[in-house]
């Protein structure tokens, strides 16, 4: 199967590009149409897209743009992916996707979904963080009753979906947005009173950070989700030797095991970069490494990791 569809994978399920659409800004919407089976995504989740590009497979993940009324009526599903980013494969991916191509996507995962309540909401969106954010408006507008208000920051001429969200805020009475850059973000006060309210928000790990202790500040249900990896904070810079077969490697605990090698050029595999799809995995036979999701420490000796979410924290052997 592999020969005829590279990007083809037993636990993946196909979909066919029908259209890319180049806005004014920085991002591309990428409409696909799935086969029939896919088990359609709860508004919020992201998937994992796999490509072949020039011989390779490559895997990033992605939220889902659209609702999953749109995927039951039309088998449908929309990407916002971003461009412009040099060298970057998920900034070029916008510009290698063809109409007609097919590529593999994933089941949907994540738990940044809409919760069961009465309270106001607000959301906070940055950047491609309107994702989630616009698969939840289009998809619960209609049967929640509560007043939604959304918060959505970007570059100047850099908000996508803005006709969508005019449409949504004409038709629903109880939905009102702001499109703001991040300097008024920061001049406007997010809180204007204390009643309970849920808060989401979708960004970068920074702004995610100062939302969400504003809203635990005052007693609100806070809900979040990020692209990225909250980048290592290290007070002191060390290096250390990796053992990989025959070659001895010095890297540094600046950056993941992932990039490290990839900045040495070693054979590894790169998919989500987030810990989410395994593609890095390999066996760590000696040392110790720091997951830095969870800041856990590994034991010394032998067991999985996965390199994206590793921080090297001694000499370390590796069989990629
Ligand atoms: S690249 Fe996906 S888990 Fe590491």
Request: proline share 3%.
């Amino acid at each position: 199967m592999q020969q005829w569809l590279p990007a083809w994978r037993s636990d993946s399920y196909r979909g066919k590009v029908i259209d890319v659409e180049h806005g004014d800004s920085n991002y591309s919407l990428v409409t696909l149409k799935l086969q029939r089976g896919w088990p359609v995504h709860t508004a919020g989740q992201h998937i994992q897209l796999t490509i072949e590009n020039n011989g390779r497979l490559l895997t990033r993940t992605f939220t889902v743009a659209s609702s999953p009324d749109l995927y039951k009526q039309q088998q449908k599903i929309t990407l916002l992916i971003k461009r412009q980013q040099k060298g970057q494969f998920t900034g070029q991916l916008a510009d290698i996707i063809k109409i007609d191509q097919w590529l593999s996507i994933s089941k949907a995962q994540g738990d940044f979904v809409l919760e069961k309540s009465e309270y106001p909401i607000t959301m906070v969106a940055a950047g491609s963080g309107i994702t989630p954010i616009m698969s939840m408006l289009t998809q619960h507008l209609s049967t929640i009753k509560q007043p939604v208000y959304l918060r959505y920051i970007a570059s100047h001429n850099q908000h996508y979906f803005v006709d969508l969200l005019s449409q949504l805020s004409a038709q629903f009475g109880h939905f009102e947005f702001d499109l703001v850059d991040r300097k008024q973000h920061q001049n406007m006060p997010l809180f204007t009173n204390e009643q309970l309210q849920d808060v989401y928000c979708c960004g970068p790990a920074t702004l995610m950070n100062s939302i969400k202790l504003q809203a635990q500040a005052l007693g609100f249900s806070y809900f979040q989700e990020q692209f990225s990896l909250t980048p290592l904070v290290n007070l002191q810079q060390q290096e250390f030797k990796v053992s990989l077969g025959t070659n001895e490697l010095a890297v540094t605990n600046q950056r993941t095991l992932l990039e490290e090698l990839e900045h040495l050029h070693q054979p590894v595999v790169r998919g989500c970069g987030i810990g989410v799809c395994h593609q890095c995995q390999c066996v760590k036979k000696k040392g110790i490494v720091k997951d830095i999701r969870t800041g856990d420490l590994s034991g010394a000796g032998e067991q999985l990791i996965q390199l994206c979410v590793s921080q090297p924290i001694s000499d370390l052997e590796l069989s990629l």
